[in-house]
């Protein structure tokens, strides 16, 4: 069949009608496996069941609240994150003396696992906000600023030339020719270390937290409430969807000599 | 006194990983008087790129100095505007803010600047593309927005890598009567590189030929063609006695540069 073509690209509806129908057919696989009774709904809520936990957690639970505290820590912590590595990365990027100085010990500690940090954030930071965006902070900045470096230091040397012999220089060079021309990659490095800054708010809330989305989990874990912990889980879903379909909007806004 | 003079300009390469060092230029001489068009002509490999990126600035010699207006070159600048092979518009500009670039830089005041960009882009067949992305654009009009960029800059010496390599002959074609046509007004001193024999005659008052690599000149070669040079002219026995010629030069050289890369593997 011609849908099966290599690379072949399929029309705008086809593409919106064909990612719908997989969350259709992962629904429907669940509601077979659950009101079936293939699995025991202390292990597996069903989809009725999920929607009722929300629907109360909402409206009795103030789970909006939650919900809010979360998407809050999220931003905070990413834009922390953003704040000192995209201009520490443009640096690197750059200037290969900064890239030198910094380059090692980033790419050390971009492999400490930002949970095990918590116990010692903990112990630093107490259990308040300061410590959940600490733990997003560590997560993300190391990862970000090495992405921003590479993308910086791999602008075109023959743009760089070219701008040479229009008579800019030094940081001219920087302003008007490598930072454009970054700039979109960057944002959607942006963009994709703010898919895993959510990833590390719950494990954040997870140990040591009174509100948020994963907050909400341990609790429903120790009532084993399994519909309240997936409706919770598929908020987070939900969540990070709309920001990265908003973050995607905003870039080819923003770039569209890039993206379109 | 001449426009540009090259005083014993040679380039080597230093050896990767313990190899010999390469050679790619020879001590070169050639004075480029003001006004002159010339065209340097070699096969591939024959560092006249390497000549060409030693006068923009944009490599060093390890040999000898180059001077403009008799100030020695050190570094890239705008008083010799370049035009690259490789597409190097800038893409998050639009062509008049591309053309604009350099004008920027020297701080030339907004009104002035639309002024100098009206003036090229009608000049260089742009009107109506104004306000496109370079990504928009055809590799012709990419290119004849890259050389409205480096005359707008108004340098002393333009400088051509290869710059219709990339293009079909048709298009090729067009964009060497639009260079030749904006030479016979402006009188601009240019130095153009090329592998095309055809393209060195018909664009040249005088053609260089190089040698392979390590390159260094073989002959100048004058190219009485009359002005304005029309089309036409590629058909005349005038140009067909310097494109034999220049095509045994050429030929000589691309068998000697086969047989010693055959050589040296």
Not at chain 1, 206 to 211: N, Q, R, V
Not at chain 2, 23 to 27: G, I
Not at chain 2, 162 to 168: C, I, N, Q, S, V
């Given at each position: 069949m011609n849908l099966l073509t290599p690379l072949k690209p399929v029309s705008p509806t086809l593409r919106l009608a064909l990612g719908i129908a997989f969350f259709v057919l992962f629904v429907a696989a669940w509601a077979a496996a659950t009101f079936g009774g293939l699995i025991r709904p202390l292990f597996l809520a069903d989809p009725l069941k999920t929607l009722e936990s929300g629907w109360t957690l909402f409206t009795?639970?103030?789970?909006a609240f939650d919900v809010a505290v979360t998407i809050w820590r999220v931003v905070g912590g990413f834009i922390l994150a953003a704040a000192i590595a995209v201009p520490l990365g443009i640096a690197m990027g750059a200037f290969k003396a900064v890239e030198a100085f910094f380059e090692p010990f980033v790419s050390f500690s971009r492999?400490?696992?930002?949970?095990?940090?918590i116990p010692l954030l903990i112990l630093w930071a107490g259990v308040g906000e300061a410590q959940k965006l600490l733990v997003i902070f560590i997560g993300s900045v190391f990862q970000l600023i090495l992405m921003v470096a590479v993308i910086v230091g791999g602008t075109r040397t023959d743009l760089v030339e070219a701008a040479y012999t229009l008579g800019a220089k030094g940081r001219r060079i920087i302003s008007r020719v490598m930072l454009p021309a970054a700039a979109p990659q960057i944002a959607e490095a942006l963009r994709l270390v703010l898919g895993w800054a959510w990833t590390y708010v719950i494990v954040a809330e997870?140990?040591?937290?009174?509100?948020g989305i994963g907050h909400m989990i341990m609790d429903s874990q120790r009532l084993l409430d399994t519909g309240q912990m997936i409706f919770g889980i598929v908020v987070i879903g939900i969540i990070g969807l709309i920001s990265d379909v908003l973050f995607k909007a905003a870039n080819e806004r923003l770039f569209p000599w890039y993206f379109r | 006194m001449s426009k540009l003079l090259i005083e014993g300009v040679a380039r080597t390469f230093p050896g990767l990983r313990g190899r010999p060092p390469t050679?790619?230029?020879?001590?070169t001489h050639l004075a480029v008087a003001d006004n002159d068009f010339i065209t340097i002509l070699g096969?591939?490999?024959?560092?006249k790129s390497t000549l060409l990126r030693i006068v923009a600035g944009l490599d060093t010699p390890t040999e000898g100095r180059v001077l403009l207006d008799g100030e020695p070159v050190t570094g890239p600048g705008p008083d010799r505007g370049m035009v690259f092979?490789?597409?190097?518009?800038?893409?998050?500009?639009t062509v008049r803010r591309n053309i604009c670039f350099g004008l920027v830089e020297k701080g030339v005041p907004a009104q002035r600047q639309r002024e100098i960009a009206d003036y090229f882009i009608a000049k260089t067949g742009l009107k109506g593309f104004?306000?496109?992305?370079?990504?928009?654009?055809s590799g012709g009009m990419q290119q004849r927005t890259a050389l409205a960029r480096a005359l707008a800059n108004d340098p002393k010496i333009l400088l051509l890598d290869?710059?219709?390599?990339?293009?079909?002959n048709q298009t090729r074609a067009l964009m060497q009567e639009l260079l030749l046509g904006i030479w016979e007004g402006d009188r601009k001193t240019v130095l153009f590189v090329t592998h095309d024999i055809e393209e060195a005659i018909f664009l040249a008052s005088r053609v260089v030929v190089m040698t392979a690599r390590?390159?260094?000149?073989?002959s100048v070669i004058t190219v009485d063609l009359p002005y304005?040079?029309?089309?036409?002219?590629?058909?005349s026995p005038e140009f067909a006695a310097l494109k034999a010629r220049l095509t045994e030069e050429i030929r000589a050289e691309s068998i000697r540069a086969d047989e010693e890369l055959a050589a040296r593997s």
């Open positions: 009795e639970f103030g789970f492999y400490l696992p930002a949970s095990a940090f997870l140990i040591g937290a009174s509100s | 050679r790619a230029l020879e001590p096969p591939s490999g024959c560092g092979q490789s597409y190097t518009l800038f893409p998050w500009l104004e306000d496109h992305y370079p990504k928009m654009l290869e710059p219709f390599g990339a293009l079909d390590p390159g260094r000149i073989k304005p040079r029309v089309y036409t002219m590629k058909t």
